[in-house]
């Protein structure tokens, strides 16, 4: 059952409530070198990803961390069967301590994984999950190459694809704007991914895009040349399919050459909010794609954003929201399959395998209907509409 080459990931609709929560009194979560709650025991599954818990794209490993360990400790306090133990070590969103990240996680025993937390670490590691023949299921690791070519490894989060196909829709069905400016990270491939798909379906929405803007890393300080571009081009909507350290600085930027057009993101835009230094008041009516809306009412979501305050001293953007339901999804994959944490990693790969196409999974992220995947381990959710007002995000929808 070799993975097709190429995939877009369909749009399906998520909300409601989670899984039922089940889980062991006397195993909990634990971390390579955070804080530690309960030491899990072998009566436990013991799930490990990898993240970049230091370095610049920290904020997406610990929101990662701290939201699968939340829905671990949740799992593990009401009793029952199923217990997790969770493990991550810091891959520095660097491929090659990622591969020796996901060697410590094996030699710790892992019998599960959650992957990599960024694209390019998470092809680094597939390869290895496959020939290991441990099943992984990635939060937020949204690069197609994650997941073809291996039958192991299946996404939590919609594709960079799927990102810009949404994107372009969303831009042409609100009418937000008529000429469309673009700055990527052409040395990323979650920039070039997203920006592929984002131009073929512009066409085919009578999307005018008047300039196309790269960087890359090393040229990633000063976008004069960028932004000076695209208002030249007369750009009255600026399309960032980058993550949100170079978007907060595009942001200053624009605004200290009174340059002011719309700004439509994507989902590496999120965590803008917490930029270190960063005048908020610049992101006023940014609107971007996310599959988590902290600020729904849903008694899911508000018993999940209260809980993760409380623990962790903020707000949960979507990548904390995705890797809490992974653990949830797992939890119900096990349970539908009658897996016991005695089996080996490779029993329970073929076991998830078989088992995730099969079940369809509600929890925090996306919109709408129940989550799905396909046997190639593409998810069916489709992402949100938000803006930023007042210093948080609005559903636009």
């Avoid at 995939?7 to 009194?25: D, E, F, I, K």
């Avoid at 073809?148 to 994107?167: I, K, R, W, Y």
């Avoid at 829709?169 to 920006?195: E, M, R």
């Avoid at 976008?223 to 600026?238: H, P, R």
């Amino acid at each position: 059952m070799k993975k097709s080459l190429s995939m877009l990931l369909a749009g399906a609709m998520l909300v409601g409530t989670l899984a039922g929560c089940g889980g062991g009194s006397d195993a909990a979560t634990t971390d390579n070198g955070g804080t530690e709650e309960n030491t899990a025991t072998g009566t436990a599954f013991k799930i490990g990803g990898t993240a970049p818990l230091t370095g610049s794209a920290a904020i997406y490993g610990n929101a990662v961390k701290n939201g699968a360990e939340l829905a671990a400790q949740e799992i593990n306090a009401e009793g029952g069967d199923i217990q997790f133990e969770v493990l991550f070590e810091d891959d520095e969103n660097n491929t090659e301590k990622a591969v020796s990240a996901y060697n410590a996680l094996k030699d710790e025993g892992i019998q599960l994984s959650l992957g990599a937390v960024t694209s390019k670490p998470g092809e680094a590691i597939a390869p290895l999950l496959e020939e290991d023949h441990i099943f992984a299921l990635t939060p937020s690791a949204s690069s197609p190459a994650n997941i073809e070519g291996n039958d192991v490894v299946f996404q939590m989060c919609f594709s960079d694809p799927n990102q810009g196909l949404a994107s372009a829709d969303y831009i042409a069905d609100q009418q937000l704007g008529t000429k469309i400016g673009i700055i990527y990270k052409s040395d990323d491939v979650y920039s070039t991914g997203i920006l592929e798909q984002f131009k073929a379906e512009a066409e085919v929405k009578g999307l005018e895009i008047v300039t196309e803007q790269a960087f890359m890393d090393g040229a990633d300080n000063d976008f004069s040349v960028q932004l000076n571009a695209c208002k030249s081009a007369g750009a009255d909507l600026l399309f960032l399919p980058i993550y949100y350290t170079p978007a907060s600085l595009i942001l200053t930027q624009a605004n200290a050459m009174g340059y002011a057009p719309k700004v439509f993101g994507v989902d590496g835009m999120d965590g803008i909010l917490a930029v270190e230094n960063f005048d908020v008041a610049l992101a006023e009516g940014v609107m971007l794609l996310t599959p988590f809306n902290a600020d729904a009412t849903d008694e899911a979501t508000v018993n999940f954003v209260t809980k993760y305050e409380e623990a962790y001293g903020e707000t949960p953007n979507q990548f904390a929201a995705d890797a809490y339901d992974c653990v949830y999804a797992y939890k119900l994959a096990l349970e539908t399959a009658g897996c016991t944490p005695d089996m080996s990693a490779s029993e329970l790969c073929d076991k998830m395998i078989e088992t995730f196409p099969t079940i369809t999974f509600e929890g925090l992220t996306g919109d709408g209907a129940g989550i799905t995947w396909d046997s190639n381990g593409a998810v069916s959710k489709s992402p949100k509409g938000m803006v930023i007002e007042n210093g948080a995000y609005v559903g636009m929808d």
